[in-house]
């Protein structure tokens, strides 16, 4: 089993920055992947950054693309994502997910996800 662990959400205005982190324990030498994700209610799951684990490759939704950057903290075992320029279209609940199974661009499919963390709230106001 892997545990995760995020931290990092809150409120910020639009335009402004915030960087959520997932820290990882347990079986971590198992993973092959992890990504966020972010959920509103009514809504699927989307995804919005991945990389792979340890090949340090990663992707992006669109809607993130230049906004975002996802990384690697090998001391602590974590990902974090940070984000900037936020926009209020932004608010929502931010997952991490860990891939035992999955590399690659199938880390784009939250099926693909073995692990999830509680979640985060980030909420980004006008």
């Known amino acids: 089993q892997v545990q995760l662990v995020e931290s990092g959400g809150g409120l910020v205005q639009a335009g402004g920055s915030l960087r959520l982190s997932c820290a990882a324990s347990g079986r971590t030498f198992s993973v092959r992947g992890m990504g966020w994700f972010r959920q509103v209610p009514g809504k699927e799951r989307e995804f919005v950054a991945s990389?792979?684990?340890?090949?340090?490759?990663?992707r992006y939704a669109d809607s993130v693309s230049g906004r975002a950057i996802i990384s690697r903290d090998n001391v602590k075992n974590a990902a974090n994502l940070q984000m900037d320029s936020l926009k209020p279209e932004d608010t929502a609940v931010y997952y991490c997910?860990?891939?035992?199974?999955?590399?690659?661009?199938?880390?784009?499919?939250?099926?693909?996800?073995?692990?999830w963390g509680q979640g985060t709230q980030v909420t980004v106001s006008s």
């Open positions: 997910a860990a891939s035992a199974s999955m590399s690659g661009s199938g880390l784009r499919y939250a099926s693909n996800y073995d692990y």
């Open positions: 990389i792979d684990w340890p090949g340090r490759i990663t």
